[in-house]
């Protein structure tokens, strides 16, 4: 791991956007860490500063749109698209389905980047890549502030780039150490966790 990872880490543990315990997760599988990108993106210079990453990489690349699913990605988008001066939207779902509303359009020929917050399983950046493209927009790239798929999702466009890559250590409930050693579980989001 790189020097510069090392400090976004060390950031993201002093904003407790990275916790260290054990864990429930939303999926029922337990963890030793818990992440929460908000955490971190609640504080405007941690935000701006992880942003640039993303801007320098895609800062000759045209980018007229950038695009981001709602709610976790618009704080980055919102962002990314200032630095770059880009045009910034977002999706979000209605009745299930993820949309462009709100009057917000995508022309023919747009190069857009897809932006999200956390990139766990890829599916709400593929919907928005979906979107852009039906619309005749030509998608330049994807980015994200964290990748907890350790850099394991690929999409099918020309970039692709992450500020911090997380592979996430999960365990099924019957396989946990930290259960073994009788560690007290934490919901993330719940009280117990300040
Ligand atoms: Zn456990």
């Not at 992880?50 to 699913?69: G, H, T």
């Not at 389905?97 to 857009?112: D, H, S, T, W, Y």
């Not at 599916?123 to 502030?145: P, Y």
Request: net charge neutral; proline share 5%; aromatic share 6%.
């Amino acid at each position: 791991m790189n020097m510069q990872s090392q400090e976004i880490i060390s950031i993201f543990k002093q904003t407790e956007a990275l916790l260290e315990g054990h864990f429930r997760l939303t999926s029922g599988l337990h963890s030793p860490q818990y992440f929460q990108c908000a955490k971190v993106l609640q504080y405007p210079k941690h935000c701006e500063m992880l942003c640039a990453s993303i801007a320098q990489f895609y800062k000759d690349m045209k980018i007229d749109v950038v695009a981001s699913p709602a709610l976790g990605g618009i704080v980055v988008g919102q962002e990314v698209g200032r630095q770059l001066d880009a045009r910034t939207i977002f999706t979000e779902r209605h009745e299930g389905a993820m949309q462009l509303r709100r009057g917000f359009e995508i022309k023919p020929g747009e190069n857009v980047l897809v932006c999200e917050d956390v990139v766990t399983t890829g599916g709400s950046t593929q919907e928005v890549i979906n979107i852009v493209q039906d619309a005749g927009g030509n998608v330049v790239g994807t980015a994200s502030v964290v990748d907890r798929s350790g850099g394991k999702v690929k999409f099918n466009v020309p970039n692709q780039f992450s500020v911090l890559k997380i592979d996430v250590i999960t365990y099924t409930p019957e396989d946990c150490p930290l259960c073994k050693q009788n560690v007290p579980i934490m919901k993330p989001g719940s009280r117990e966790i300040k």
